[in-house]
């Protein structure tokens, strides 16, 4: 294969994990052969995670069939900012065993790319061009932050508007010199607020519409089943999150909202009152409405509270 020279690959520096150690050599070589210069290959797991933390890599190769689990919470660590400055970088995964639930595991971990084996330079090629011309802008849900997965007719399927976000990528500056592109840490630290950001307005999205389905399930004459159980428990994992985040990113005036859902919560799993699942609905359209800058957000934040309030006196009274 003639390797096309429009790419500076000498200047990024690559940490690759494989624990066979001629699989490591092919890939080496392979990477060598496209004109990367700096390829650090590691065949144990937490050689790897420390060289990512201090190496600060612009792309990581890892292999998934050794130890799935492990691989897949490290590229949570790294895409949740857990672990190292550039939780953005590039990260492809390989695998001899591409069945459904590895790959959807992979996935929803964090990983750009999955390659099956065996491999072909050109493949591999293809994809870091794919990585360096076009790579996929970032998602953030309530439990996930990486690529957009989505397919493109449901880009713009986001009833709050938030849509994806473009991220840092040191592979492109590295190989182009698009500085616009570079992993700088004033970029790096903008672009996580923007995560933050968008995570908060996820977790009282989810909270909404875990809500609608237990209100679902009332309707239809269901009782009070496991399913519904696991969905409170959830809603209590969100609302920790969320005032977690909440103080951590400034937003103190929300912990308020925060503090009653978690009350709210307690009184919905104690008797399951449509009225009291409608107040939690209404505390985390309030959050939504605060953070989006929504006009009338301060007056919804207020009327949550003292709905609530004034619908707890009366229960109290009656």
């Given at each position: 294969?003639?390797?096309?020279k429009k790419y500076a690959l000498d200047k990024a520096v690559v940490v690759l994990f494989n624990p066979a150690l001629h699989m490591r050599a092919i890939l080496r070589s392979a990477m060598t052969t496209l004109g990367f210069q700096h390829v650090l290959d590691y065949g144990e797991l937490q050689q790897t995670r420390n060289a990512v933390i201090e190496r600060g890599p612009d792309l990581v190769l890892l292999d998934l069939d050794a130890d799935r689990a492990a691989v897949c919470r490290l590229v949570?660590?790294?895409?949740?900012?857990?672990?190292?400055?550039?939780?953005?970088?590039?990260?492809?995964?390989?695998?001899?065993?591409?069945?459904?639930?590895?790959v959807n595991t992979s996935m929803e971990a964090?990983?750009?790319d999955i390659i099956a084996m065996p491999i072909s330079l050109k493949l591999i090629y293809d994809r870091i061009d794919i990585l360096i011309r076009g790579r996929k802008d970032f998602v953030v849900t309530s439990s996930y932050v990486g690529p957009d997965r989505r397919a493109c007719d449901r880009t713009a399927e986001d009833e709050l508007g938030l849509g994806t976000i473009k991220v840092p990528n040191n592979?492109?500056?590295?190989?182009?010199?698009?500085?616009?592109?570079?992993?700088?840490?004033?970029?790096?630290?903008?672009?996580?607020?923007?995560?933050?950001?968008?995570?908060?307005?996820?977790?009282?999205?989810?909270i909404q519409w875990l809500i609608g389905e237990i209100l679902k399930s009332k309707s239809e004459g269901s009782e009070i089943?496991?399913?519904?159980?696991?969905?409170?428990?959830?809603?209590?994992?969100?609302?920790e999150d969320m005032a977690f985040?909440?103080?951590?990113?400034?937003?103190?005036?929300?912990?308020?909202?925060?503090d009653s859902m978690t009350r709210l919560l307690d009184m919905v799993r104690a008797n399951h009152r449509p009225q009291f699942y409608e107040f939690l609905r209404l505390h985390a359209m309030a959050?939504?409405?605060t953070l989006l800058e929504r006009d009338g957000a301060a007056d919804m934040v207020k009327q949550a509270l003292k709905e609530t309030a004034d619908y707890l006196d009366r229960v109290r009274a009656a």
């Open positions: 294969m003639t390797i096309d949570r660590e790294v895409r949740n900012s857990n672990l190292c400055a550039d939780p953005f970088v590039p990260i492809i995964a390989f695998t001899w065993n591409p069945d459904l639930a590895m964090g990983v750009d592979l492109r500056f590295k190989a182009t010199g698009d500085r616009e592109a570079m992993a700088s840490s004033d970029a790096v630290s903008e672009v996580k607020a923007r995560i933050d950001h968008h995570r908060l307005n996820r977790y009282a999205q989810r089943g496991k399913v519904t159980i696991q969905r409170h428990d959830e809603i209590g994992r969100l609302i985040d909440l103080r951590t990113q400034g937003h103190v005036e929300l912990l308020e909202i925060t959050i939504i409405a």
